[in-house]
């Protein structure tokens, strides 16, 4: 927790109370529902938490801006950036149902009221949206092919619409054939080893109805 504080001092009362409550309740619905590997639970704050907000440290969406998570998990980084962004929209969409079950009952216990949950592939998703956030869930081909047409037209922020991405690793294959993609280094925000090799992709994604 004090990782998060030290990061992001400016939280109320409200987002600190917030994310204090989010160890316990993983560790409690972990128990049930597997959705945090086991020697990831005791590390949920810096591997799953401050890892999701390291997008907030390349974009810092606006107050009525919509972003879709896909393939959310036990929901992340969509439960972490709708408590610091609590004036965004926030929509958790994963093709698996007790895991969207784990997502419903932390946001319950949160009170988070920006957060809306979807069991179901992305494709089957209608609506568009500013952003596109995801924590490695596919190839970035694979990946863009899932979210066409759900990209909104009209860009408001400083970085175009289109993908946040959380990734790791060498990624220039991956990227090649993304020449607009680009990548921040989390290091340059975090300094635990953890994030030596993790990285947020922004890729800019033309509207098409």
Do not use: C
């Not at 989010?22 to 959705?35: A, E, F, S």
């Not at 907030?56 to 009525?64: E, L, N, Q, R």
């Amino acid at each position: 927790m004090k990782e998060i504080i030290q990061h992001f001092p400016d939280l109320t009362e409200l987002q600190l109370e917030q994310f204090s409550k989010i160890g316990d309740l993983y560790k409690d619905w972990n128990q049930k529902i597997n959705v945090v590997s086991r020697k990831d639970i005791d590390e949920i704050y810096s591997r799953h938490v401050l890892h999701s907000l390291g997008i907030a440290k390349v974009m810092s969406f606006k107050d009525g801006a919509k972003v879709m998570d896909v393939g959310t998990g036990g929901g992340f980084p969509g439960v972490p950036l709708a408590i610091l962004f609590p004036d965004v929209q926030f929509h958790l969409v994963d093709s698996i149902g007790k895991k969207i079950k784990v997502v419903d009952e932390v946001v319950e216990g949160l009170g988070l009221t920006n957060v809306k949950t979807s069991h179901s592939r992305v494709e089957e998703i209608n609506d568009t949206y500013d952003f596109i956030v995801s924590r490695a869930v596919a190839h970035m081909e694979t990946f863009t092919h899932w979210i066409k047409g759900k990209v909104a037209k009209k860009s408001n922020h400083e970085l175009k619409n289109g993908i946040l991405y959380l990734k790791g690793g060498d990624l220039s294959e991956e990227l090649q054939n993304f020449p607009k993609a680009t990548i921040y280094e989390l290091t340059d925000f975090f300094k635990d080893e953890f994030f030596d090799t993790k990285k947020v992709v922004h890729l800019p994604i033309k509207y098409k109805p």
